[in-house]
């Protein structure tokens, strides 16, 4: 049972470039999430996808794009990437009801813009 | 939009109980309350959750007042492993769960 799964767990870009990080869960969960986390700083929403389809902003959506094409996987698009979105980024998911509160983590994805 | 209020940071010893407060004044009434912890380059991991009164599991209890508009995470006899990160949540299914500051818990020696 993988859990929550997310690559690359490394990348370095150019200003300007494009990237996809990647994120899918095998626990059946209908929730999923994308957060990043800066150096020292607590976790900021990026976007939130509540099931297969829909997809809704959270704190700092600006130069993100996402994707949730089925209920397994929730992509991340960083169409023009920027040294701003240098980051750690955390793929989560959970399910509904009264465990929805408990979120399944992946390892992160490190992403340095030069 | 973190909906909750956390200490910065604290400090304790090895051995002794350690209690962190969270303030939620603007929970809703189908909220959960979640507690997590983070430790250096890692996602955050699952504590406890509770709705009201007291929950306690292998590793910490979670006390809730009548009121619901704080909570206090309890971690008995810490060690140098406990050193981390830890974080409150509330929120409810479909809901987007914001992460606050979080409290910086240095056990020393």
């Known amino acids: 049972n993988a859990g929550v799964t997310q690559t690359p767990k490394f990348q370095v870009l150019k200003t300007g470039q494009s990237m996809t990080l990647q994120c899918a869960q095998d626990m059946n969960h209908n929730s999923m999430y994308w957060y990043r986390q800066d150096p020292g700083m607590g976790l900021r929403l990026i976007y939130y996808s509540a099931s297969e389809g829909t997809t809704d902003k959270g704190e700092v959506p600006n130069g993100y794009n996402v994707s949730r094409l089925n209920k397994r996987e929730f992509s991340l698009r960083l169409e023009s990437a920027a040294p701003s979105q240098t980051s750690v980024y955390f793929c989560?998911?959970?399910?509904?009801?009264?465990?929805?509160?408990?979120?399944?983590f992946g390892e992160g994805s490190r992403l340095t813009v030069l | 939009l973190a909906k909750t209020t956390q200490p910065i940071s604290m400090d304790s010893y090895e051995g002794q109980e350690v209690n962190i407060t969270c303030s939620h004044n603007n929970i809703a009434t189908n909220d959960y309350i979640t507690w997590y912890q983070q430790f250096p380059s890692q996602g955050p991991r699952f504590i406890i959750q509770g709705y009201k009164t007291k929950v306690t599991n292998e590793v910490a209890s979670l006390f809730i007042p009548a009121d619901r508009k704080s909570s206090t995470l309890s971690l008995p006899r810490v060690s140098l492993s406990d050193t981390a990160v830890y974080y409150c949540l509330v929120g409810a299914a479909f809901n987007k769960f914001y992460f606050g500051s979080g409290t910086k818990l240095n056990v020393k020696p």
């Open positions: 989560a998911s959970s399910e509904e009801g009264e465990r929805a509160g408990e979120l399944f």
